[in-house]
């Protein structure tokens, strides 16, 4: 049974460029989380989606900043213009239709040069 | 938002020592799970425990919802123990700032 998966586990984009951060959640899990975690910090909620609805996205920056979590497919976070204070470690967690508890993926760090 | 408040901040133990991690929190949640962050980054679920205990191994937890805390008992530390332990609470999972465990040989 596999975990949840996140790739890429490690991405460099140069300022303005797009990033986009993929998230496959555990089978049979309908909810998926994304967590922003700053060196030396620990982690901040940014979105909560079901799928193909955003649920709480009180977190995500209100710029440049947006997710989805398609019918089909893996969920993806996308950062648009990326600058130098995005580089964090991007994770995505996911838990089942009646549970709160959550599993994590092993996180996208991403370096922005 | 609820706050959440773990302690120490830092703990520093020789192999085969015990410890405890609290973790407190301004109100009541639904929610609560300890994870273990090792040094590779990794994040991993301990317990999920918004009230109760539970024991997994050389690991504990208790949670008291009335009293609003959480801690984590860690016994007979070993050298992989080492990393940052974080409670976090509700479904919006609010982290406290993680205690810092270094187990030395």
């Known amino acids: 049974n596999a975990g949840v998966m996140q790739n890429p586990r490690h991405l460099v984009r140069r300022r303005g460029q797009e990033a986009r951060l993929r998230c496959s959640p555990m089978k049979g899990h309908s909810h998926v989380y994304w967590y922003r975690q700053l060196p030396e910090e620990g982690l901040k909620f940014m979105v909560y989606?079901?799928?193909?609805?955003?649920?709480?996205e009180s977190g995500m920056p209100k710029e440049r900043f947006s997710a989805e979590f398609p019918k089909e497919g893996p969920s993806i976070l996308r950062i648009q213009q990326v600058v130098r204070g995005d580089s964090a470690a991007y994770f995505c967690?996911?838990?089942?239709?009646?549970?709160?508890?959550?599993?994590f993926g092993p996180g996208t760090r991403l370096t922005v040069t | 938002g609820i706050q959440v408040e773990q302690s120490p901040p830092d703990l520093i133990l020789q192999e085969g020592a015990n410890s405890t991690l609290r973790c407190n929190f301004s109100?009541?949640?639904?929610?609560l799970q300890w994870f273990h962050q090792n040094p590779w980054g990794q994040l991993i679920n301990l317990f999920y425990?918004?009230?109760g205990t539970k024991q997994n191994g050389r690991l504990s937890a208790t949670t008291v919802a009335t009293e609003r805390y959480s801690s984590l008992y860690i016994s007979s530390s070993q050298t992989t123990d080492s990393g940052v332990y974080f409670c976090a609470v509700e479904y919006d999972m609010r982290f406290g700032a993680g205690t810092r465990l270094t187990v030395k040989p």
């Open positions: 989606l079901q799928k193909e609805n955003i649920i709480d």
């Open positions: 109100d009541s949640v639904n929610n």
């Open positions: 967690a996911s838990s089942p239709e009646d549970a709160y508890e959550q599993y």
């Open positions: 425990i918004p009230s």
